[in-house]
């Protein structure tokens, strides 16, 4: 069984920053991505991004040129790096973990609020 734990979410005005962190544990045989979806209320999880395991990086629309994704594999932990945020990117963050055979886990999800 895999476990995921997310850290880093709050509360932060508009403009500031956030870093989420996940952490995978248990049996992990083989990773094929690692990332990050959010879910607002009222809304249908939305992909922010992922990495796969040869860094290869996908990013959604809304959160090009503001955020980054990066992934230590020796830890199985991946990064959410959140800039410039704004009031429309308050969601409950969520992390995915994807194995080779597109088994997907999910976190249990952390709360990003962004108002002044």
């Known amino acids: 069984q895999v476990q995921l734990v997310e850290s880093g979410g709050g509360l932060v005005q508009p403009g500031g920053s956030l870093r989420l962190s996940c952490l995978a544990s248990g049996t992990i045989f083989s990773i094929y991505s690692m990332g990050w979806y959010r879910q607002a209320p009222g809304k249908q999880r939305e992909l922010v991004a992922t990495?796969?395991?040869?860094?290869?990086?996908n990013l959604g629309d809304s959160v090009k040129g503001r955020f980054t994704i990066a992934r230590d594999n020796a830890k199985n932990t991946v990064y959410l790096q959140m800039n410039s945020l704004k009031p429309e990117d308050t969601a409950v963050y969520y992390c995915n973990l994807k194995t080779a055979g597109l088994t997907s886990y999910w976190g249990q999800g952390t709360q990003v609020t962004v108002s002044s």
């Open positions: 990495i796969t395991h040869i860094g290869t990086t």
